[in-house]
């Protein structure tokens, strides 16, 4: 609630109009590009780049102000208060992005395998696929011509092979970095910037080891286990669920990334620091996204 | 990028920027709700002419004025423009002039994100309409897009679709953020949730419903474009995937899409009614209580749109039950509007007309729904103009006459400038019956039969169709009066008093119209609202 | 204008005016003809009571309210704000109406949904923009599509009772037996709908779906696809046709030997004129959709058949795309759909006609060309 008068209404600003150009251009450049897939000539892929340009620039420049004005003493405490919320919300929004691909998968395996494989109320369907036997993780698919089932599936080998299982050692770099970058936002709090930056560093290298194995295991799973984004919908929830939660832990840590630039650089003080409170909060989604993914997409 | 702070000196207010860049580069909420409202206008023509379009080839059976394929690109367009174009850019658009001023704020919370989220909608749109002139034509799959159709038999321009949505979606989810933190962080002091206006209020609850909603159609566009472009199977059985998986991701955003073009209404005819009976709003605590419930319960109905898919009986049975539950808490809302009228002391200019129009068709349009509801009538009901005629009595009278009550309320606020009252009222009267006589006889050659999306039609449902073309023409020039009733207000209307309707209650109510470019750069204090 | 209850009356009076030049059937559900049907039309007719008497009860309050409570000189405003036992009060007893409503609807649902086998069991496939029948027990099938003319769809030619609701083969099934639909669809989703049945099922591709009927009086009945489907969604009715037992075994056993006389054919030896005529009948039903009339075709979706170097030189691949179809495109395959002959016999036409046998090599494709194609890929 409002206490004191002095709430920051920057002046006018050319920022939200360049980010809203940059969007612009992104939706012709990414719709073009797409749909010239596999055309030598097309130049569409240009577009999407200045759109990828002009959209960080952007950014860099807005946040560079954010942090100019925050630094000469402009936000008040309610101003702050009001980009907590506001990450807090976006935060809420973006686990809601990934609902929407829990809830695809959930109904995938309850419903629609169960029915075409001639199971459950619509198990009827199996006239249609007599061939198909519902399974999970699905390696044959119901026309295997067209999309060939994998090889071998990703879910959990017997126990004792678990240290040649890639998900266990992603669970391990990923729940471990949310544990440093806890300690060392509390570093900072108690203004110790040595052991702040050492965490900080820390973290950043769990994260990036993470997307390393990811990738890592993509390349497998595309060389050796003959898993593809065709493979079905065994193949299409595994690298989408995976991919999009790689695509956060790569924005995540770019995010981690700068503030640790910034870091290093000597910003953020003891009480205020809410880049770095931001980018954990985010962080410590992912990492729980991550826990939810392993359980549904590898083990169960 | 000059920051400057304003706020610091009470007395120094800077004005708006001169010239053309004043609009572009804002971050005044008042300026970017404008933009907002005459943004939703002018898609409200656009996405009008193309219902004319509609009405004018189903004048008569027999092909008429357009190709079939044309046809749906209208139908779809149609659709998409009125829900993503018109009625949610024109609420967000009165949040954005309503909320800071109704509970005592500067501004809202994150000012340039505002603006950005306003300047991706015509980003949004442009290219939206722009796919008609693109090679295959605009999307023709109907606004609810189901698979297949959407994906592998889509026209290429599918693909401009996606992305629109991808940044429209953004564009809401940035808007929502902006006005529940403002909500949350911005009010007057003494001003508690429960003391709330109402519009604030279904604001607030709408704000949640559309960050829970938007990213889950985010979703769901996304695996359509990995479906078309990269050899995913979600919706494909052949891979294991289900065509009607895609339907479920829809309308679990669907259906909640549907209350988030209704609560902010209910918020706006609210403050219109307790101001024309002069007479404090009935049972304010249930009114909240009431939305939010509608609100929740909106994420556990969204099979009722799939009645005939196939679901499992159970399926069935609960989404009836879950569906058929909404009425109670809107009922409340319904009976606490006539309780509010009840004992007033009523008077009828034009905001309060449209409000009572909007009780009484909104009404019909739920009792239509609750019809609906019943899934075994549902399999002769869905997918007729049975269907149509619901969906426009609650969006047409109910959502488009709410924004334009709401809108006669508060222009002379706006603009400082009354309106033409008895241009005012023939808006309305005009409006009134060609509504009915439009959208009525739908409910009729639904149940006799005809099926929605079609270009042409059997020769028993011809009668019936004719009327409605002819209202629809007379609804469309009644609208073509409003455009002119609002310029010649903004042009030379009379001055408005700060208070300008003698019953009114709130904040807003207290300053200058037109108010001052910022508004309350120190928060007001309760004391000064009337009990 | 000055509100009052006279003008409000004069005014919904006038709207429903033409009401009265109305028959019944064009503004309400039709009962249907079986017991299914006319316990949904019950259900329909119940709940639609029910509503109009909250309508009218809302709308009358209402009507008084406004009357009543207009602003008149010397009346204060009362200024109440709440009852607590007054909102109790309605908000039970629309609790009580829905428990109302919802113990008919939960029964007429479970009989809907009873899906023991039938004593027929046909498959009903929905391809754009036509609707498959296949027997299933007695292995006999048939397509069936639209047949009113183009000149009437253009307003060339009076429309008649049934435009747009006529097909070229109705499907035929027997009275007092009890039928169950199996339903699919091949391409997208389409929905068989036929109200007097009160059966509507969406076909979903790769998916079945199912729906039962029992009639007792043999008839005509007439449906629409209600999925959009594509751009003639609206141009792919359904007609049933409820006959005698005997006579249905009649139709199946027709049906049987127009197979057996099927193979035979396909053996002759055609001449090219034959094919030609055959072939442009075949292209009239089930190509000027797309390829249009003229040939030329819609381009860039639906390309042009004139002057297609495929349907100039490339009769082998021809063959293949009316065969296989086109991937990702909308062109099917009619392996299914058509006959062997009536294949053969559109490929020959669409190379003899618009001056293709001049532009290209002209050659004609036989029967058994087709018939081979077709044991090659087995
Ligand atoms: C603003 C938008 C809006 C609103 C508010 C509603 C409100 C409701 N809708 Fe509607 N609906 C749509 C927009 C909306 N709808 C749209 C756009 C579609 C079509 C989408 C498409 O396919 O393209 C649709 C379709 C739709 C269907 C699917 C039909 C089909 O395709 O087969 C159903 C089925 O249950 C339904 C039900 C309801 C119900 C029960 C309500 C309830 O909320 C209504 C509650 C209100 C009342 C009941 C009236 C007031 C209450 C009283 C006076 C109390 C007493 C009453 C009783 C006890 C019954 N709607
Ligand atoms: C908020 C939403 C909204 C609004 C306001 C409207 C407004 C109107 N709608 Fe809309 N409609 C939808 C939402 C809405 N609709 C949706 C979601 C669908 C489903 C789409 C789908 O199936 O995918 C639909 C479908 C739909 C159909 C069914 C098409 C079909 O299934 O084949 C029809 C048919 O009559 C129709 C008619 C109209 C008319 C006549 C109006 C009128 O109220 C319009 C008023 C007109 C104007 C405001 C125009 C302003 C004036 C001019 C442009 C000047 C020109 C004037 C003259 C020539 C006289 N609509
Ligand atoms: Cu088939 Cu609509
Ligand atoms: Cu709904």
Redesign the interface.
């Known amino acids: 609630m409002s206490t004191d008068s002095s709430y920051y209404v920057p002046a006018s600003s050319k920022l939200p109009l360049a980010m809203a150009f940059g969007l612009l251009l992104f939706v012709l450049g990414s719709g073009y590009t797409i749909n010239n897939l596999g055309n030598e000539d097309s130049n569409a892929h240009w577009l999407l780049f200045t759109s990828f340009a002009i959209i960080w620039g952007t950014m860099f420049f807005w946040f560079g102000s954010v942090i100019k004005e925050n630094d000469s003493g402009m936000y008040s405490d309610q101003l702050n208060q009001s980009f907590v919320w506001g990450m807090a919300w976006f935060i809420f929004s973006e686990v809601m992005f990934f609902f929407a691909f829990f809830l695809a998968l959930g109904y995938v395996r309850l419903f629609a395998v169960p029915w075409l494989g001639g199971e459950g109320e619509k198990g009827i369907t199996n006239i249609l696929w007599p061939a198909f036997e519902a399974t999970w993780p699905l390696l044959e698919t119901p026309d295997n011509e067209l999309f060939p089932g994998a090889d071998h599936s990703m879910a959990m080998p017997a126990f004792n092979k678990l240290h040649t299982w890639l998900p266990f050692w992603n669970t391990l770099c990923l729940v471990t970095s949310s544990g440093t970058i806890a300690l060392a936002e509390s570093a900072l709090k108690k203004g110790n910037r040595t052991f702040f930056k050492l965490w900080m560093v820390a973290t950043l290298t769990l994260g990036y080891v993470f997307v390393f194995l990811q990738g890592f295991e993509y390349y497998e799973a595309y060389t050796h286990l003959g898993l593809t984004l065709g493979s079905g919908i065994y193949g299409t929830t595994f690298f989408l669920m995976t991919g999009f939660h790689g695509f956060h832990v790569c924005l995540g840590a770019i995010i981690l990334t700068i503030v640790t630039i910034r870091g290093f650089g000597g910003a953020f003080s003891d009480h205020d620091h809410f880049g770095l409170a931001a980018g954990s909060w985010y962080w410590h989604f992912v990492d729980v996204v991550w826990i939810l993914l392993v359980l549904v997409v590898y083990v169960f | 990028?000059?920051?400057?702070?304003?706020?610091?000196h009470?007395d120094h207010h800077?004005g708006p920027?001169k010239g053309f860049?004043?609009w572009?580069?804002?971050?005044?909420h008042k300026d970017i709700g404008s933009m907002y409202l005459w943004f939703s206008l002018i898609m409200l023509f656009i996405g009008g002419a193309m219902a004319m379009v509609i009405r004018a080839e189903l004048f008569e059976?027999?092909?008429q004025i357009v190709?079939?394929?044309f046809y749906?690109q209208m139908v779809t367009n149609h659709g998409l423009i009125m829900v993503f174009g018109v009625i949610m850019p024109a609420f967000v658009g009165f949040a954005n002039w309503m909320i800071p001023m109704q509970i005592?704020?500067?501004?809202m919370?994150?000012?340039?994100?505002n603006?950005?989220s306003f300047?991706?909608l015509?980003?949004?749109f442009?290219?939206l309409l722009s796919t008609f002139f693109m090679?295959?034509g605009a999307p023709?799959?109907?606004w609810t897009f189901?698979a297949?159709?959407s994906t592998?038999?889509a026209?290429?321009t599918v693909?401009?679709f996606i992305?629109?949505v991808?940044?429209m979606g953004?564009s809401s989810?940035m808007g929502?953020?902006?006005i529940?933190?403002?909500i949350?962080?911005?009010?007057?002091?003494g001003?508690t949730l429960m003391k709330m206006p109402l519009f604030v209020w279904s604001w607030f609850i709408t704000a949640y419903l559309l960050?829970?909603?938007?990213?889950?159609l985010?979703?769901?566009v996304?695996?359509m474009?990995?479906d078309i472009?990269?050899?995913?199977?979600?919706f494909?059985?052949?891979?294991?995937?289900?065509?009607?998986?895609f339907q479920?991701?829809f309308w679990?955003f669907g259906h909640p899409e549907v209350y988030i073009m209704i609560l902010p209404a209910f918020g706006i005819v609210s403050h219109i009614i307790e101001t024309f009976?002069?007479?404090?709003?009935?049972?304010?605590s249930?009114m909240v209580y009431a939305i939010a419930s509608i609100a929740l319960l909106s994420f556990v109905v969204w099979a009722h749109h799939m009645f005939?898919?196939?679901m499992?009986?159970a399926g069935?049975?609960f989404f009836?039950?879950s569906t058929?539950?909404i009425?109670?808490p809107t009922?409340?809302k319904?009976?606490?509007w006539?309780?509010t009228?009840?004992?007033?002391?009523?008077?009828?200019e034009t905001p309060m007309l449209f409000s009572?129009a909007f009780?009484?068709l909104f009404?019909?349009g739920g009792?239509?729904g609750?019809?609906l509801a019943?899934?075994?009538?549902d399999?002769?009901y869905?997918?007729?103009y049975f269907v149509v005629a619901h969906f426009h009595y609650v969006l047409v009278p109910g959502a488009l006459f709410s924004l334009l009550a709401g809108a006669y309320y508060w222009l002379p606020k706006w603009t400082g400038h009354m309106y033409d009252e008895t241009l005012g009222?023939t808006h309305f009267?005009m409006s009134f019956?060609s509504v009915?006589?439009t959208f009525?006889p739908m409910?009729?050659?639904g149940?006799?039969?005809m099926?929605?999306?079609?270009?042409?039609?059997?020769?028993?449902?011809a009668?019936?169709n004719m009327?409605v073309s002819v209202g629809a023409f007379l609804f469309g020039l009644s609208q073509l009066l409003f455009l002119f009733i609002v310029i010649k207000c903004v042009l030379n209307g009379k001055k408005a008093t700060a208070e300008v309707w003698e019953g009114a209650k709130g904040f807003e109510w207290t300053v200058d119209s037109p108010p001052p470019y910022?508004t309350f750069?120190?928060?007001p204090s309760m004391e000064t609202l009337k009990a | 204008m000055k509100i009052n209850l006279k003008s409000i009356l004069t005014i919904i009076l006038g709207i429903f005016a033409p009401l009265s030049f109305s028959a019944w059937s064009d503004i309400n559900m039709e009962p249907g003809a079986t017991q299914l049907s006319q316990e949904i039309f019950g259900l329909h007719m119940f709940v639609f009571y029910v509503c109009l008497v909250i309508g009218v009860i809302v709308l009358a309050a209402m009507a008084f309210i406004l009357f009543q409570y207009r602003r008149k000189e010397g009346v204060k405003p009362a200024e109440f704000d709440d009852s607590k036992t007054l909102e109790l009060t309605w908000t039970i007893l629309f609790a009580l109406i829905l428990i109302g409503l919802s113990i008919p609807a939960t029964k007429v649902m479970i009989k809907a949904y009873d899906d023991t086998e039938g004593e027929i069991n046909i498959l009903i496939t929905g391809h754009q923009w036509k609707w498959q029948y296949e027997y299933i027990e007695d292995e006999v099938g048939f397509f069936s599509n639209l047949s009113t003319s183009l000149d009437k769809r253009n307003n060339l030619a009076p429309k008649d009772e049934n435009y747009l609701l006529e097909v070229d083969e109705p499907l035929i099934i027997p009275v007092n037996t009890r039928i169950r639909f199996l339903i699919t669809a091949n391409d997208v989703i389409h929905s068989w709908w036929v109200p007097d049945f009160a059966i509507k099922q969406d076909a979903i591709p790769g998916f079945v779906n199912t729906g039962w009927t029992y009639v007792s009086e043999p008839g005509v009945f007439r449906g629409q696809c209600t999925e959009l489907c594509g751009q003639y969604h609206g141009y792919m009715p359904i007609v049933v046709k409820a006959v005698s037992p005997e006579e249905y075994a009649s139709f199946i056993i027709g049906k049987k030997e127009a197979k057996i006389q099927q193979a035979l054919l396909t053996e002759k030896l055609w001449e090219k004129s034959e094919l030609v005529t055959i072939g442009e009948d075949i292209y009239q039903k089930n190509c000027v959709a797309c390829h249009q009339v003229s040939g030329a075709g819609l381009p860039p979706i639906f390309p042009a058949l004139v002057g297609s170097d495929i349907v100039l030189n490339g009769k082998e691949r021809q063959i293949e795309i009316l065969m296989e179809g086109v991937q990702g495109a909308a062109m099917a395959s009619y392996a299914e759909q058509l006959t062997e002959v009536e294949i053969a016999a559109v490929i020959t036409y669409t190379r003899q006609a618009w001056g293709n046998d001049e532009a290209g090599d002209g050659r004609i494709v036989l029967p058994k060309e087709i018939l081979d194609y077709k044991n090659n890929k087995l």
């Open positions: 990028m000059s920051a400057v702070i304003e706020s610091n009470d800077h920027a860049s004043r572009l580069y804002t971050t005044n059976p027999g092909s190709s079939p394929e749906n005592g704020a500067p501004d919370a994150l000012p340039r994100l603006n950005l300047w991706i015509p980003a949004a442009g290219i090679e295959g023709n799959f109907g189901y297949p159709l592998e038999y026209p290429p693909t401009f992305f629109s991808h940044i953004a989810i929502s953020i902006n529940i933190t403002t949350l962080n911005m009010r007057a002091p001003m960050i829970a909603v938007m990213p889950v985010a979703g769901a996304t695996m474009l990995m472009h990269f050899g995913t199977s979600f494909k059985a052949a891979g294991g995937g289900d065509p009607v998986l479920h991701i679990f009976s002069r007479k404090p709003i009935f049972g304010y249930s005939t898919v196939g499992p009986i069935e049975l009836m039950y058929m539950l009425a109670i009922g409340v319904v009976f606490n006539l309780s009228m009840f004992k007033g002391s009523l008077t009828f009572i009780v009484a009404t019909i009792l239509s609750i019809m019943i899934a075994p009538a399999f002769q869905h997918d007729t009222k009267w019956i009915n006589l009525f409910h009729f050659v149940l006799a039969g099926p929605r999306r079609i270009p042409d039609y059997s020769m028993q449902f009668d019936w009327m910022h750069s120190s928060p």
